[in-house]
């Protein structure tokens, strides 16, 4: 008994841990952002660090009154409009394919819009899709690459050159692949070609430059490629779960992916890196804006926050190009909903983007499962049940022992009470005949919180799950329930949820110690509005445990039930017989 009343009371304890912590997230003091001075990329030559923060190249188009790097809150400006150019006039690209709307600036090729087709904001608002690149201040990004050429008397398209285009506007129609090229012809006659390649489908993108040096000499310079994405801090709310999912930078190294925190960037300065198999990523719950280079080339990393505007660059190693060859620069991008199979075709780590806490090792291979089932189901709202079904069959026998010493604790309660009542002035004595009884019978007291052990990692390993997972985003169930990844709109699942422990408790043998007793009835109520703003597809899962439970535990208490009353007749029987043999 004392040892259940341990495990409760340190489950309370980790609850208040969560709490606190969970408070101090949002309303501890943070340190105040510092000025930082931009810092340098390190590379094998100097010349290939790209240009140091200024007015023109690090900060954001329009301004806003305040001095900051974000445009005011109601400007939608485009690069065309942040600068005049002298020789030609930057016009806008629009770019459609069956999942992704994307604007291309042909003023340094720069991708200014990303809208993603198939994922709405919300539910209620199909027609306002998720845009993962935008020119507004609460959204802005933007993803810029040019050449670097390593003397600067080599001619080069920058960021701020203005490519020629065949058209303005690119639809892939009913074709598997779409290019757009954007050409630009330096004055000593080398022509360079920047090309997007894009596939049906995907939410992955090509990026290719085309070097052909028509010089009599080499031509050498490298590729620089820019994520630039707003950062602001982040609000959280108990109401909203999403809000507690990551939103930020993402690295690469080649060994280990980071979460890069805001305020260390602001606090310690740009974060500077080599790797010759690294990425990086700017996470938006469940989508992401990556840059992944072709490996095994070694390639160098910065990441810098100033102003509330993050930028993420990539600087290839030199490539040397003799005259009358072609040389190509190639990177990756992956802009829209965090796919985990589109995510392994771009890079085996990617995936790692998916963030599933302290309990990957499990919530990988459950994912896995899930997505097994629901090719077969087609709804993940039954994959869930399934999968939790299988689950609880996995564990049936473990789970088997532990009910069955909870039901035979149930049926000695009678003999429970008499002791408590012949040793109530002496609990020593108390829980020594006790302990006695348990043995004699063959109980494991502390049996009873084996079940409660064996779902936490699960329930944990579901939340991340449900929480980070964009294959469930949206999804929906049946009836209210029409989307797994939020609460229950009428909180009916958690009603069923509170009503289904309550039953369960009463197949259990009531606790002994009356504190003890006023816990568990509290703890149905407890569950109910810890539950209420729960993922309603995580809800789900609790109430599919909780009935198989009943379900499993209704069956043992019959069982020992009747083995009790069988014993109990045969030990009748047995001194029925002594007394008339005597």
Not at 272 to 296: K, R, T
């Amino acid at each position: 008994m004392d040892n259940q009343r341990l495990i409760i009371w340190g489950f309370f304890a980790i609850m208040a841990y969560l709490t606190w912590q969970t408070w101090m997230q949002d309303y501890a003091p943070r340190p105040q952002p510092v000025e930082t001075d931009g810092g340098t990329l390190p590379a094998p030559d100097a010349n290939l660090l790209p240009p140091e923060p200024d007015d023109d190249t690090a900060t954001l188009p329009g301004l806003a009154s305040d001095g900051s790097d974000l445009p005011a809150d109601d400007a939608v400006v485009t690069t065309a409009e942040a600068r005049e150019t002298p020789d030609a006039e930057a016009t806008t690209i629009k770019v459609i394919t069956n999942v992704l709307e994307m604007d291309i600036s042909t003023e340094g090729g720069a991708i200014t819009l990303a809208r993603v087709l198939k994922y709405p904001v919300a539910k209620d608002q199909p027609e306002t899709k998720i845009r993962l690149l935008d020119s507004t201040r609460e959204n802005f990004g933007q993803i810029r690459s040019w050449l670097l050429p390593s003397d600067v008397n080599i001619a080069a398209p920058d960021a701020k050159t203005v490519y020629e285009a065949p058209a303005t506007h690119f639809d892939m129609g009913d074709d598997d692949t779409l290019v757009v090229p954007l050409t630009w012809t330096s004055p000593d006659g080398a022509e360079f070609e920047k090309r997007f390649v894009f596939t049906r489908g995907s939410y992955v993108i090509g990026l290719e430059h085309h070097v052909i040096n028509t010089a009599e000499t080499p031509w050498r310079g490298g590729q620089a490629t820019q994520l630039l994405r707003r950062a602001f801090k982040q609000e959280r709310s108990m109401f909203d779960v999403d809000s507690y999912s990551f939103d930020g930078p993402l690295i690469f190294n080649g060994s280990k992916a980071e979460k890069l925190d805001r305020d260390d960037l602001i606090d310690d300065g740009p974060l500077n890196y080599s790797s010759d198999d690294g990425w990086y990523a700017s996470i938006q719950h469940h989508f992401l804006s990556a840059i992944v280079p072709e490996p095994p080339a070694t390639n160098n990393y910065q990441v810098r926050i100033k102003d509330n505007l993050l930028t993420a660059s990539v600087v290839s190693a030199p490539m040397m190009i003799e005259p009358g060859e072609t040389g190509v620069f190639q990177r990756t991008l992956f802009v829209g909903p965090k796919l985990q199979a589109q995510l392994d075709e771009v890079h085996p780590k990617l995936k790692l983007s998916v963030d599933y806490g302290f309990l990957t090792i499990l919530s990988n291979p459950l994912f896995a499962i899930l997505a097994w089932v629901h090719k077969y189901v087609g709804n993940w709202g039954w994959a869930i049940i399934i999968v939790t079904i299988l689950i609880k069959l996995a564990f049936y026998k473990l789970t088997e022992a532990s009910g069955r010493s909870m039901a035979k604790m149930r049926e000695i309660q009678p003999r429970m009470k008499a002791l408590q009542e012949r040793y109530k002035d002496d609990r020593q004595a108390l829980s020594q005949a006790m302990m006695e009884l348990y043995k004699r019978e063959k109980i494991n007291p502390a049996a009873g919180c084996l079940p409660i052990l064996i779902q936490m990692p699960f329930f944990l390993a579901f939340y991340w799950v449900l929480v980070e997972s964009v294959e469930m985003r949206q999804a929906p169930f049946a009836l209210w329930i029409t989307d797994l990844s939020t609460r229950d709109p009428y909180f009916i699942l958690p009603l069923i949820m509170g009503a289904a422990m309550l039953v369960q408790q009463k197949l259990n043998p009531a606790p002994a110690d009356p504190v003890q007793a006023k816990v568990m009835q509290i703890m149905p109520i407890m569950f109910t509005v810890f539950f209420a703003f729960f993922p309603s597809g995580l809800v789900l899962y609790w109430v599919t445990n909780t009935l198989l439970s009943i379900a499993q535990q209704w069956k043992i208490n019959r069982v020992v039930h009747a083995e009790a009353t069988a014993r109990k007749a045969g030990k009748s029987g047995k001194k029925k017989k002594q007394a008339k043999d005597e």
